[in-house]
């Protein structure tokens, strides 16, 4: 791969490339019981001891509920067009369905008019992991109400906005918030075994493509997304026991849900995990299916797989970069750039893809702020050598048409609380002074073309 040192310009990428940056309600705006918002499971997820690092809690965040307007000029400052969002939707309806709070409503008007005005393009994530907590306590994910209630949410959305937004991402990595959430019980609701998790899959599945036929219906020449994660999984030897458990851990974090919404339904493999999921899906194909006009690509590293028959089902364990000795960074994740490739090329080679954002790419290192700057020589390593990758991807023909860095600014990393760093933009969580980084620096420039 290439060089630290290697020069790469904004311009390979074509005039119409849509470069971004992103956030999420929960982890930036804090604000988490004003004006009317209602609690969401992260809220109180965080009153659990032990569940978060250092007991932090989501509640002023970068208080970007207050302070969009001033974060929203460094986005624009920093060179980006676009910028990527998530609605709470505790914040807009208290009950998670019922009542409409207007006073929530109408922050996200300010923030996407707020947009309009210094031109950059809004695209709104409809659920970013902040299931509102009346809704978690009859059932959440797993309710067979949920797609009632998500359906009013994303029809209150388009009603409300959908003048003035026309990109549209449905969900936030379903994966990520059914296992996490659902499964291992590392995030909120910090719910654990199958029988949650099953159920959350099927509905996250179901919901994904019925918020994209919502918004197709209700708003005029939208252009509807959706994101998953995606790690490129690679067996730890060339065993049969490793290959084949690599293959398991790749129907997990590949093909889970995209499958599902390009309308091959669930993995049809020989794993018994899938075959309980099976009695959830039979009927359910066509209705799992959406054609969304682009798919989110949210890929952070690759992940190593060795065959365990200790662990149920999928009898297989990560082997981490750290015990491999390769580059990773503070989160303990690997940092390669031609995975990067590698999978994007995974996904762009199913038939019904037709374009390709990637929606967070990015890493958390040990930032410090000395005398007013912040030294981060490495991330801008990491951006670099994966735009590089993404190029190489670009060129042999995939219409990848935008790449959105994570994130803006430093914020509440879910249960690893406020630790990781992973912004363009430092944040003293303490005073909420930002201060840009010189990552952030880097994309101003290189996004300028110097
Ligand atoms: C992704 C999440 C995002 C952020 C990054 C580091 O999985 O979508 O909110 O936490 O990881």
Known sequence: MSSYSQKISASAFGEDFLWGVAIAAAQNEGAYNHDGK?????????????????????????DFYHR?????????????????????????????????????????HRVIDECLKLDLIPYVTLYHWDMPLALEKDGGWTS?????????FVTHCAHEYGDKVKNWIILNEPFGFTSLGYMLGKHAPGRKGLSHFLPAIHNAALA?????????????????????????VVPFSKKEADVEAAKRVDILLNRLFIEPALGNGYPRED?????????????????MHFKFDFIGLQNYF??????????????????????????????????????????????????????????????????????????DEQRIDY??????????????????????????????????????????????????????????YWFRDFLNGK
């Open 302 to 375: 690759p992940v190593v797989i060795k065959y365990n028959p200790i662990v149920p089902m999928i009898k297989a364990v990560q082997v981490k970069a750290a015990n491999r000795k390769v580059a990773h960074t503070s989160m303990g994740w690997e940092i390669n750039p031609d995975s990067f490739y590698r999978i994007v090329k995974q996904f762009w080679s199913y038939e019904g893809v037709k374009e390709i954002i990637i929606t967070e790419n990015g890493a958390a290192f040990k930032d410090k702020l000395i005398n007013g700057q912040v030294h």
């Open 144 to 152: 067979h109400l949920l797609l009632k209630w998500f359906s009013h």
């Open 38 to 62: 209602g609690l969401s499971i992260w809220d109180v997820f965080s009153r659990r001891n032990g569940k978060i690092r250092g007991n932090h809690k989501p509640y002023i965040a970068c």
């Open 208 to 232: 994904q493509a019925e918020g994209g036929r919502i918004i197709r219906q209700l708003v005029p020449h939208a252009r509807i997304g959706t994101t998953f994660s995606c790690s490129e």
């Open 383 to 440: 951006f670099r050598k994966h735009l590089q990758a993404l190029l190489k991807a670009k060129e042999e023909g995939i219409n990848v048409t935008g790449y959105f860095a994570w994130t803006l600014m430093d914020n509440f990393e879910w249960s690893e609380g406020y630790k990781p760093r992973f912004g363009l933009i430092y944040v003293d969580f303490k005073t909420q002074l930002r201060t840009i980084k010189n990552s952030g």
């Open 68 to 108: 969009y307007k001033d974060d929203l000029l460094l986005v624009k400052a920093l060179g980006f067009k676009v910028f990527r969002f998530s609605i709470s939707w505790s914040r807009i309806l208290p009950e998670g369905t019922g009542k409409i709070n207007k006073e929530g409503t109408a922050f996200y």
């Open 271 to 287: 794993f018994k995990f899938l075959e309980k999921l099976e009695l959830y899906s039979w009927k359910y194909t066509k209705k």
